[in-house]
């Protein structure tokens, strides 16, 4: 179970005075929870308290100077890292809140709700902080939202709402009837979304007519490619809305619903603004709240979701269904023992649950998923929440070995670059999945490296570069301090997964390789996110891919050259098509152009372009420099997912943003030409450094899907000490880096 998370609520635990400080710290976050909407993670802090104080580092005194000199940065530096060295688990990963979005927990709650065990797996404890969290995210009009930062939307109200409901907050509350109003004046909960709809029927109080077709029988459509229509095969989907269609076509055969109960019917009454027995279920199926509309359907949608839905007639308890059912089952089952019943994400994960007990209440698979429901809790001091994955320790600790390493003051950590080695050692993938990987549209994993965890196991394409290049920065280091390198074996078959990644137009995807075509987004079903029916390449992917293979070739140059060679040409050739004329590049996993833009330039920088000699990397300089703020920092807002144009965020400037503009125009050799925007960054990432070496957590960073926000509670710490360290490094001791 190396790098698993859980919280254990053990009312034993604890001084009276650490009691108050948790009171205070959720009394403050409810004070501010219009303002400040995002937790910082305290309540992890303050298990780490002990080691904190030990280490207690006095800040430089005086003020900032106007010119940094290298002494002073050093001091911050050791303050930060030796501040974050605290967070780190005995196992050598850092734990962190992973929540965001919020249209996971009802999901998971109406579940447990339906499955009887929500008693079992939720103690009072869980329940006080599952409504805590819920309060403290209600927004001010009486909606929720897709995510903690966002606007109300109709998914995150409804959805919030029959939770509050099943956990047994009255109607007549204050803040339920505030979510009712806010329900009922757009047009009542038939108007969410297609997610939204199923959730729903699953708990009785929407008519499963009411919804799209998610016709079980897509996945007996023939695979092949020469067939045409093979291309349209759930198995050619990206991996996430594959794996989360899969179990919900399973409920949707099924038709399962909770059984009638007095909650149902009175939800059933709160819901909707006619009596539900006069609904027109077939006229809601494509009825869709303005707020949650992020992908609207186009009119082939309209067609094809009519003939399925007619076509319901036919297939419902016919020989072709049972034969479907079967086969999701069997996916079902495989993936569930393949992640150790913790599955690719939070959503599949608890559809499976649920197929698991629809299928046998008694099953071993059922009682085997409940533990697991676990790993994808996280308390803070906003409450208890469902995170969009059972954790992000494998790419924090990537990325944490790198910032510090890149900071060179290796003395100031003792033991953590040690164990931050022996949990990347323990969380390579180092067998495959079970065979015939074809058979459930798999891509190899031996010696990728994962997001999360071992158990967890897939593979992704730029976690297994983020993994090799912290991997390959330990084996370089000194033995004594560090801990042995991995052997070779495990280095070549990293490389063979990252080789395997690439795609016909040179980038690389996430999970696996691009299998079908853009066009097939058309029938993109959710309303709420985009781009998800395929893996497509990523900037941010594919420039990882080419970082990772050119530091393998540094210490590895005989092996498999010719065909690294050919790879690093055609993901360059890539990431410059993808380029946008005012040289920028759109991130699709963190907010968002300062993020890509660093990984666009890294990418061709580690292929010999800088700012001086290539024309591409001085445009994208010449737009992050633009970008720069009054302050000296930047401070992108999540809009610019949303709306792909580079959008400011409001108030001050946010440390991860400036950290990734500071790392990239470093990386381009900007700095030798011009050092003075980066002197006024620096300065800025140091004025915000608390007094114990921490940084405070600003807006949330974290994107998929365009829309949906989620939170990387360990970025606020490790961008920083990556972007000081290099700047004290490159630019006041003038280091070549
Ligand atoms: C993640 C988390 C990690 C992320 C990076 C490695 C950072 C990225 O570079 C590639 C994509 C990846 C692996 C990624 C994809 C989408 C995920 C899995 C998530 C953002 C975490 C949660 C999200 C998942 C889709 C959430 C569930 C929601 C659905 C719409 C199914």
Known sequence: ??????????????????????????????????????????????????????????????????????????????????????????DGHWPGDYGGPMFLFPGLIITLYMTGVLDQV??????????????????????????????????????????????????????????????????GANTVTSWGKFWLAVLGVFSWDGLNPLTPEMWLLPHSKWTGIGYAHPGRFWCHCRMVYLPMSYVYGARASCKDNA???????????????????????????????????????????????????????????KKAMEEIMKHIHYEDENTRYIDIGPVNKVMNMLCCWLEDPNSEAFKKHIPRVYDYLWVAEDGLKMQGYNGSQLWDTSFAVQAIAASGLLDVSTSCLAKAHSFIEASQVVEEAQQPLSDYYRHISKGAWPFSTRDHGWPISDCSSEGLKAALILANLPEEKVGSPLSDSRFFDCVNVILSYQNFDGGMATYENTRSFHCLEVLNPSETFGDIIVDYSYVECTSACITALCAFRERYPEHRSSEI??????????????????????????????????????????????????????????????????????????????????????????????????????????????????HRAAKYLILKQSTNGDWPQQHISGVFNRNCMITYANYRNIFPIWALGLYRRAVLLAEDI
């Open 263 to 321: 909650l149902t019917r009175a939800l059933r009454e709160e819901l909707y603004p006619v009596p539900y027995d006069t609904m027109d279920w077939n006229g809601t199926r494509n009825i869709v709240a303005k707020e949650d509309l992020f992908y609207p359907h186009p009119f082939i949608q309209d067609v094809l979701w009519w003939i399925l839905y007619k076509a319901e007639n036919v297939l419902m308890g016919s020989w072709l269904r």
């Open 122 to 187: 939720f103690t009072p404890a869980h329940k006080e902080e599952s409504l805590r969290y819920l309060r403290n995210h209600q927004n001010e009009d009486g909606g929720f939202g897709l995510h903690i930062e966002g606007g109300s939307t109709m998914f995150g109200t409804s959805m919030s709402y029959v939770t509050l409901r099943i956990f047994g907050v009255s109607p007549d509350e204050e803040m339920m009837i505030r979510a009712r109003t806010w329900i009922h004046s757009r047009g």
């Open 565 to 678: 060679v050919e790879s690093l040409r055609r993901a360059e050739g890539f990431i410059r098509t993808i380029q946008r004329k005012d040289g920028s590049w759109y991130g699709s996993w963190a907010v968002c152009f300062t993020y890509a833009c660093w990984f666009g330039v890294s990418g061709l920088v580690a292929l010999g372009h800088t700012y001086q000699n290539d024309k591409a990397v001085k445009q994208c300089i010449m737009f992050v420099l633009d970008k720069q703020r009054e302050d000296g920092g930047w401070g992108e807002s999540y809009l610019s997912c949303e709306k792909k144009v580079y959008s400011q965020l409001a108030g001050d400037s946010h440390v991860v943003n400036t950290a990734w503009a500071l790392l990239t125009l470093m990386t381009s050799g900007y700095h030798k030409v011009d050092p003075k925007p980066l």
């Open 1 to 90: 179970h190396c790098g698993r998370q859980i919280w254990i609520y053990d009312e034993k635990v604890g001084s009276a005075a650490e009691r108050a400080t948790v009171e205070q710290l959720r009394k403050d976050f409810t004070a501010n929870r219009h303002q400040q909407r995002h937790s910082s993670d305290e309540l992890l802090r303050l298990q780490f308290s002990d080691k904190i104080s030990k280490k207690r580092w006095n800040p430089p005194s005086g003020p900032v100077p106007e010119k940094l000199d290298e002494k002073r940065v050093a001091e911050h530096l050791k303050g930060a890292i030796s501040f974050y060295e605290c967070l780190q688990q005995d």
